[in-house]
């Protein structure tokens, strides 16, 4: 049974960072493409950060580049999600996710963690 549990959510001040780790069981992690997707209250879930499995390609929304950077361990089945400079507009519930492939689009992920909450104060 695959299992995606993320950590590290939190109440944090604008201009503040926090650190999210998603830990992976029951699958192959290190043959993963790792993805962050954010859902704030009343929008869509949106694409954050992808890292692919071979580490070598990552990809970010428009909207966290230069902000945010996303990472992986995969001796710990471990991927990060480093958010620095957070803006009210940040606050969202935070999921990684795991796919075959290199991708922002959330229908080629085949696997979800629940999610870990992330609130900015103004």
């Known amino acids: 049974q695959v299992q995606l549990v993320e950590s590290g959510g939190g109440l944090v001040q604008a201009g503040g960072s926090l650190r999210l780790s998603c830990a992976a069981s029951?699958?192959?992690?290190?043959?993963?493409?790792m993805g962050w997707f954010r859902q704030a209250p009343g929008k869509e879930r949106e694409f954050v950060a992808a890292?692919?499995?071979?580490?070598?390609?990552?990809s970010y929304a428009d909207s966290v580049k230069g902000r945010f950077t996303v990472s992986r361990d995969n001796a710990k089945n471990t991927v990060y999600l480093q958010m620095n400079s957070l803006k009210p507009e940040d606050t969202a519930k935070y999921y990684c996710?795991?796919?075959?492939?290199?991708?922002?689009?959330?229908?080629?992920?085949?696997?979800w963690g629940q999610g870990t909450q992330v609130t900015v104060s103004s």
């Open positions: 029951g699958l192959t992690f290190s043959s993963y493409t």
């Open positions: 996710a795991a796919s075959r492939q290199m991708s922002t689009r959330e229908p080629l992920y085949n696997y």
């Open positions: 890292i692919s499995w071979y580490v070598r390609d990552t």
